[in-house]
């Protein structure tokens, strides 16, 4: 094994190893990978699909609800503007008392309604929420799991998108259908609303109606520019938890202690916070600019509404009904556009969010899987590395060259080399989180890419170099290695025994080492 970096030159074309039979075709090599591959996206129309699936498959019974009552809540402006004309027709009118009685019952019914339906349609958002995090979390993390090696997690790329894909960072697939749902809503009452102005005033409706796909176009270019940045302070982010984690890490503290660089990580940490901090009120400056532009076209267009109505019932074309149905006509076509612009501009942000989660949770293997694994039996004979090659990626140096060596059965053998010479990616290789570039690694002669990787794993006991410290009981520590026996007292205090360290964990509070322990303690 080689124990330098040389140049990255082609390796020579290595003999066919002396295989059973050749190792499956890997479906993605790594020398096929680009460095920060990057996970397919999802067209529009799919994640839209997927999001709603994915709340209706959470909760089925609130979600149809949730639906419902938003599109019922969509109507009720409209109405309430029609009734109130009503009444003020029949008032100017004098009209018969039993028709007054009759729309202000109808009035009032509406007016109840519409209080009370967004009371339920929030507590129905809100149940959605919480069931639809548990299964998108439960399904991310399904999917992580399913991974058989380690390069994705040692890809800065997709610790991104797997970091943005997360609930606990905001991205809710509830969001996309609250989102589409209340863009409905909107559309129902820009729809009675448009109606009623194309009937009292045409051109006043076109007016609106333009002013409206301004702000709609303004409102998606701003979501676009936000998701975008929320992307490119991705790194700079990730970077900041890193120093940190470091800071309030009881494993860093006593170096960090010791050398005194608590002041150089502090002030790492908070330069890469003001640079997304700097990026984010570049954004919001934009916002607040575009926002302050449409808030002052649409006052503007509403104020010639309103003088224009005027005018119109001051010659007679408009009845105070008329003037009444305008008024609420011109406010809530405003509104519904400008619901629709801003569901829209959240909605595609929330969809930018989940491609993230669907890129993560539809990701294709990171390692070729054997169609039908074969059976990797007891060790009997040895582990045998034939010419292995390995590195990385394309970008990177070699790590291992024309590595070729026999581990018997039962005995010990102790790799020594320098910093970076491959001793742990030998390990890894071992355990199959990655596959060699060129060569194979044989099991009693079976090709361990041939076999099932967990079933290889189960036969495998290893400790990292930068193993995990887990706040577990000492018992569920010990099972960690084999979950079998989390509920076998014996079987792990002989394990503690057999480890030397049982001893040790007798003596800490019985709550901590109950299992361990037995019953006799």
């Not at 094994?1 to 499956?24: H, L, N, Q, R």
């Not at 339920?120 to 439960?138: A, H, I, K, P, S």
């Not at 099991?443 to 706040?471: C, N, T």
Request: net charge positive; glycine share 10%.
């Amino acid at each position: 094994m080689s124990t330098e970096e040389p140049a990255d030159t082609a390796p020579p074309a290595p003999s066919a190893p002396p295989a059973p039979s050749a190792p499956p075709a890997p479906s993605a090599p790594p020398e096929s990978r680009e460095p920060g591959e990057r996970l397919r996206t999802t067209s529009l129309p799919r994640r839209i699909t997927a999001a709603a699936s994915l709340a209706a498959r959470a909760a089925p019974g609130a979600f149809a609800a949730h639906a419902l009552l938003t599109l019922v809540t969509g109507a009720a402006p409209v109405g309430t503007a029609w009734l109130m004309k009503l009444v003020v027709d029949n008032l100017v009118q004098r009209g018969p008392l039993s028709t007054l009685l009759g729309l202000a019952s109808g009035l009032a019914a509406v007016g109840v309604a519409t209080a009370m339906l967004p009371q339920f349609v929030q507590y129905l958002r809100g149940e959605l929420d919480r069931r639809v995090g548990l299964l998108t979390q439960d399904r991310l993390f399904t999917a992580t799991g399913s991974f058989i090696g380690l390069g994705r997690f040692e890809d800065p790329r997709f610790l991104d998108r797997l970091r943005l894909a997360q609930p606990s960072v905001g991205m809710n697939p509830n969001d996309v259908v609250g989102g589409v749902l209340s863009v409905v809503r909107a559309a129902l009452t820009l729809t009675g609303f448009l109606g009623s102005l194309f009937l009292l005033g045409p051109v006043m409706a076109v007016l609106l109606l333009l002013s409206g796909l301004l702000v709609l176009a303004a409102e998606i270019s701003l979501s676009r520019r936000r998701a975008r940045m929320i992307w490119e302070v991705g790194p700079v982010e990730r970077r900041e938890f890193f120093y940190n984690d470091l800071l309030s890490s009881v494993e860093a503290a006593k170096e960090i202690r010791l050398f005194g660089s608590g002041g150089f990580l502090r002030a790492r940490m908070l330069t890469e916070r003001r640079t997304a901090n700097a990026a984010k009120r570049a954004m919001d400056r934009r916002d607040i600019t575009v926002q302050a532009g449409l808030a002052t076209l649409a006052a503007a267009v509403s104020g010639a509404g309103l003088v224009w109505a005027v005018v119109a019932a001051q010659r007679g074309a408009l009845s105070i009904g008329d003037v009444t149905v305008f008024v609420a006509a011109v406010g809530g076509t405003q509104g519904a556009l400008a619901t629709i612009a801003g569901e829209l501009a959240r909605s595609h942000q929330a969809l930018e969010l989940f491609d993230h989660y669907l890129a993560v949770t539809t990701a294709r293997p990171d390692l070729p899987v054997a169609a039908e694994p074969r059976p990797l039996p007891a060790l009997r004979r040895g582990i045998t590395l034939q010419d292995v090659w390995f590195r990385y990626s394309p970008g990177h140096p070699w790590v291992l060259q024309g590595v070729t060596l026999h581990i018997p059965h039962g005995k010990a053998l102790a790799l020594v080399g320098l910093n970076g010479a491959g001793k742990s990616t030998l390990v890894k290789l071992l355990c199959r989180f990655y596959d060699p570039t060129r060569g194979a690694i044989l099991w009693d002669g079976v090709d361990i890419r041939e076999a099932d990787a967990a079933e290889l794993r189960r036969r495998i006991g290893a400790v990292f170099q930068d193993y995990m410290h887990y706040d577990m009981t000492a018992a569920e520590n010990i099972a960690l290695g084999d979950l079998t026996a989390l509920d076998d007292t014996p079987r792990l205090r002989a394990a503690a025994v057999r480890a030397g360290i049982h001893a040790a964990i007798s003596k800490l509070p019985r709550g901590t080492t109950r299992c361990c322990r037995g019953r006799s303690s």
